[in-house]
């Protein structure tokens, strides 16, 4: 039998139209949430809004731009009229730059890229705190990335948002640590997602020169982030906030 360790929580998922966003989104779901999923693809996130249905819970789905700070605001206040509260945030929206040396990175590209990786964090914590508080509290787990703790030869602007996030949310957990909203971020290594076969050309090459950096000798998969972020954001994970939770196979144990 599934536990439902969510039944009455209201849950607020960027990114869920695919890969990590989606998975989590469904297993928050089977465990009786019920989930508001934000997707600026509105085809996929229709379809994780309909998948999550399907697992038990209530589901919504809403187009949301994370680099628009209307769109975020709306999609919380959506959120709140949809469920009457907000209790766990997954901000996961993220995209990748394509590989190149620092001095070839557009400004505009870099400017792309912090919005949605970094800035969009930024604005949806300004957005689903105070609604938090309004309930006495809650949980939010931000992605940032194996690339949140090292550095990366060609992907200067990705590392530099992934850095920043994880200083965004130890500082953020500082502020809220006492009004009871722990904030917390994952850091996944090589998944099995979209955004990874398009990083890696979704060739058998492309594939087997990314695994090859994974000492487990594989890919991780999206339920297994889903899994992570779920136990942070339980009565599992109570006593943790503030910290970067890296799952990524060993990738950046010898680094």
């Given at each position: 039998m599934t536990e439902r360790r969510f039944a009455g929580k209201a849950v607020f998922v960027t990114g869920a139209g695919s890969g990590i966003g989606r998975a989590t989104a469904l297993a928050f779901a089977s465990e009786g949430a019920d989930v508001v999923l934000a997707d600026i693809d509105a085809v996929g996130n229709d379809e994780s809004a309909r998948l999550a249905a399907e697992h038990g819970g209530r589901a919504v789905a809403i187009r949301c731009d994370v680099s628009s700070s209307s769109d975020i605001r709306n999609a919380i206040e959506r959120t709140v009229e949809e469920f009457g509260r907000l209790d766990i945030a997954f901000n996961n929206a993220g995209i990748e730059q394509p590989a190149a040396p620092l001095v070839d990175i557009e400004e505009d590209e870099w400017?792309?890229?912090?919005?949605?990786?970094?800035?969009?964090?930024?604005?949806?914590?300004?957005?689903?705190?105070?609604?938090?508080?309004?309930?006495?509290?809650?949980?939010?787990?931000?992605?940032?990335s194996g690339a949140g703790v090292i550095g990366i030869r060609g992907q200067a602007a990705y590392v530099a948002a992934k850095h920043g996030l994880i200083g965004l949310t130890k500082s953020a957990a500082l502020d809220y640590a006492d009004q009871g909203i722990r904030?917390?971020?994952?850091?996944?290594?090589?998944?099995?997602?979209?955004?990874?076969?398009?990083?890696?050309?979704?060739?058998?090459?492309?594939?087997?020169?990314?695994?090859?950096?994974?000492?487990?000798?594989?890919?991780?998969?999206?339920?297994?982030?889903?899994?992570?972020v779920l136990w942070l954001s339980s009565d599992l994970g109570s006593f943790a906030t503030g910290h970067a939770m890296v799952i990524d196979g060993g990738q950046t144990v010898g680094l």
């Amino acid at each position: 039998m599934t536990e439902r360790r969510f039944a009455g929580k209201a849950v607020f998922v960027t990114g869920a139209g695919s890969g990590i966003g989606r998975a989590t989104a469904l297993a928050f779901a089977s465990e009786g949430a019920d989930v508001v999923l934000a997707d600026i693809d509105a085809v996929g996130n229709d379809e994780s809004a309909r998948l999550a249905a399907e697992h038990g819970g209530r589901a919504v789905a809403i187009r949301c731009d994370v680099s628009s700070s209307s769109d975020i605001r709306n999609a919380i206040e959506r959120t709140v009229e949809e469920f009457g509260r907000l209790d766990i945030a997954f901000n996961n929206a993220g995209i990748e730059q394509p590989a190149a040396p620092l001095v070839d990175i557009e400004e505009d590209e870099w400017t792309r890229l912090i919005d949605i990786d970094l800035r969009s964090a930024f604005l949806c914590m300004k957005y689903q705190i105070p609604a938090m508080l309004e309930n006495g509290g809650g949980s939010i787990v931000n992605t940032s990335s194996g690339a949140g703790v090292i550095g990366i030869r060609g992907q200067a602007a990705y590392v530099a948002a992934k850095h920043g996030l994880i200083g965004l949310t130890k500082s953020a957990a500082l502020d809220y640590a006492d009004q009871g909203i722990r904030v917390n971020a994952v850091c996944p290594g090589i998944i099995e997602t979209p955004m990874m076969d398009r990083f890696s050309g979704g060739t058998p090459e492309g594939r087997a020169r990314v695994i090859g950096q994974e000492p487990v000798g594989r890919m991780g998969t999206a339920a297994e982030i889903a899994s992570a972020v779920l136990w942070l954001s339980s009565d599992l994970g109570s006593f943790a906030t503030g910290h970067a939770m890296v799952i990524d196979g060993g990738q950046t144990v010898g680094l």
